[in-house]
């Protein structure tokens, strides 16, 4: 199964879109600042299942934080990252992963793209899909 995994679109649909007619993903993981973003997105590919939480900017939305996903076998564990201190470092978000059993986390909020591992935990950023985008081909 390929996922796309996106963040902080902030009002930028038409990157979200290109990425997925490039990429013709399996599903989408959005990892906030970009609710109504995601819904479009959504409206826009109606067959796509597209999962997401709210990001610092998505007020009112009232929905979960974090998520817990299991994808091919893996536990997966979606948030923002601004809750975990994730700007600061990701020892909280290391500490929160290792407790509800999570093998990855995929969050978003510093728009800067990682990859790092720690104590056994993946940590996934996609930076923001919101700026300029670069080649994706």
């Given at each position: 199964?390929?996922?796309?995994?996106?963040?902080?679109?902030?009002?930028?649909?038409?990157?979200?879109?290109?990425?997925?007619?490039?990429?013709?993903?399996?599903?989408?993981?959005?990892l906030g600042d970009g609710w109504r973003d995601a819904l479009a997105?959504?409206?826009?590919?109606?067959?796509?299942?597209?999962?997401?939480?709210?990001?610092?900017?998505?007020?009112?939305?009232?929905?979960q934080g974090e998520l817990l996903v299991c994808l091919a076998g893996?536990?997966?564990?979606?948030?923002?990252?601004?809750?975990?201190?994730?700007?600061?470092?990701?020892?909280?978000?290391?500490?929160?992963?290792?407790?509800?059993?999570a093998e990855m986390l995929l969050y978003g909020h510093t728009h800067?793209?990682?990859?790092?591992?720690?104590?056994?935990?993946?940590?996934?950023?996609?930076?923001?899909?919101?700026?300029?985008?670069?080649?994706?081909?």
């Amino acid at each position: 199964m390929k996922v796309l995994v996106l963040s902080d679109s902030h009002g930028n649909v038409e990157n979200m879109a290109q990425a997925v007619e490039i990429t013709r993903p399996d599903a989408v993981f959005h990892l906030g600042d970009g609710w109504r973003d995601a819904l479009a997105l959504s409206e826009r590919f109606p067959d796509l299942p597209l999962t997401q939480v709210p990001g610092n900017c998505d007020f009112g939305t009232g929905a979960q934080g974090e998520l817990l996903v299991c994808l091919a076998g893996h536990t997966l564990l979606l948030a923002h990252g601004h809750t975990l201190g994730v700007k600061q470092g990701l020892l909280p978000a290391c500490y929160r992963a290792q407790e509800v059993g999570a093998e990855m986390l995929l969050y978003g909020h510093t728009h800067r793209a990682s990859i790092d591992e720690r104590n056994g935990v993946f940590f996934v950023n996609p930076g923001s899909i919101g700026q300029a985008m670069r080649c994706w081909k």
